[in-house]
T-cell receptor, first 115, second 113 residues
Framework: NAGVMQNPRHLVRRRGQEARLRCSPV?????VYWYRQLPEEGLKFMVY????????ESGMPKERFSAEFPKEGPSILRIQQVVRGDSAAYFC?????????????FGPGTRLTVL | ELKVEQNPLFLSMQEGKNYTIYCNYS?????LYWYRQDPGKSLESLFV?????AVKQEGRLMASLDTKARLSTLHITAAVHDLSATYFC?????????????FGTGTRLKVLA
C-alpha cells in the first residue's frame, strides 16, 4: 500500500518565482492537510481540503499562497513570488473521513529552498 | 487559541538513563499523538492517546495522558543512541465539525554513548 506521496522532495527557487508542491494522499483518503515546518520548529497547520473544497484555510498566509484538491489528481500547494522566508519543509497529510477524529498520515515532505 | 508546549526543548542524556518529556496544552482535548522525526525525514507515529488515564508502551518509550491536567508525558527508559531524534506531541482541535492537529514545539533528544 502506497502511503502519502509528495513531490518534489527538494525544490529550489529564486526569489520571485513560483513554487508548486504536489501531494497524493493514501488511496481512498479524501481529506488532505498541509503543514509548514520552519527550521528548528514544530509543524504549523496551513490548510485542510476535501475533494474540490477548501474546508479550513485559517493557517494560510493571505497573500501568495493557495491550495487546491481537484476531483482528479493530486493536491497542489502553490506559492507565488516566493521570498526567502518561505524556505521550509512542507508536509502533506491525509485521512480517510471527517466523521469523528481520524489519524492523519504524513508524507515525506517537500523541502523548499529560496535563494 | 489552543497552545501546546513541550519541555524541555533540548535534552542531552547518557545511554542507560531515564528521562521524561512533558507536553502541556491549554484547552480541552481528549486525543493526543506523539511523533518522532529524524533529521530531514517525515513524522513517524509513535502513540495515539484517546482518553484520560491512557498509557501506552512500546519498547523503551511509554506515553500517558491526563486530560484533567492537560498534560501528556513521554517517558524514556534506559535510553539508547537510536532514540536520538526530535519528538513532537500533537493535540487535536475540533472546530465546527472539523479538526486539525496543533503541534508542540518539539523536544530534540540526543542520547550520548
Amino acid at each position: 500500500n502506497a502511503g502519502v506521496m509528495q513531490n518534489p522532495r527538494h525544490l529550489v527557487r529564486r526569489r520571485g518565482q513560483e513554487a508548486r508542491l504536489r501531494c497524493s494522499p493514501v488511496k481512498g483518503h479524501s481529506h488532505v492537510y498541509w503543514y509548514r515546518q520552519l527550521p528548528e520548529e514544530g509543524l504549523k497547520f496551513m490548510v485542510y481540503l476535501q475533494k474540490e473544497n477548501i474546508i479550513d484555510e485559517s493557517g494560510m498566509p493571505k497573500e501568495r499562497f493557495s491550495a487546491e484538491f481537484p476531483k482528479e489528481g493530486p493536491s497542489i500547494l502553490r506559492i507565488q513570488q516566493v521570498v526567502r522566508g518561505d524556505s521550509a519543509a512542507y508536509f502533506c497529510a491525509s485521512s480517510p473521513t471527517t466523521w469523528g477524529v481520524n489519524e492523519q498520515f504524513f508524507g515525506p515532505g517537500t523541502r523548499l529552498t529560496v535563494l | 487559541e489552543l497552545k501546546v508546549e513541550q519541555n524541555p526543548l533540548f535534552l542531552s542524556m547518557q545511554e542507560g538513563k531515564n528521562y521524561t518529556i512533558y507536553c502541556n496544552y491549554s484547552t480541552t482535548s481528549d486525543r493526543l499523538y506523539w511523533y518522532r522525526q529524524d533529521p530531514g525525514k517525515s513524522l513517524e507515529s509513535l502513540f495515539v492517546l484517546l482518553s484520560n488515564g491512557a498509557v501506552k508502551q512500546e519498547g523503551r518509550l511509554m506515553a500517558s495522558l491526563d486530560t484533567k491536567a492537560r498534560l501528556s508525558t513521554l517517558h524514556i527508559t534506559a535510553a539508547v543512541h537510536d532514540l536520538s531524534a526530535t519528538y513532537f506531541c500533537a493535540v487535536v482541535r475540533t472546530t465546527s465539525g472539523t479538526y486539525k492537529y496543533i503541534f508542540g514545539t518539539g523536544t530534540r533528544l540526543k542520547v550520548l554513548a
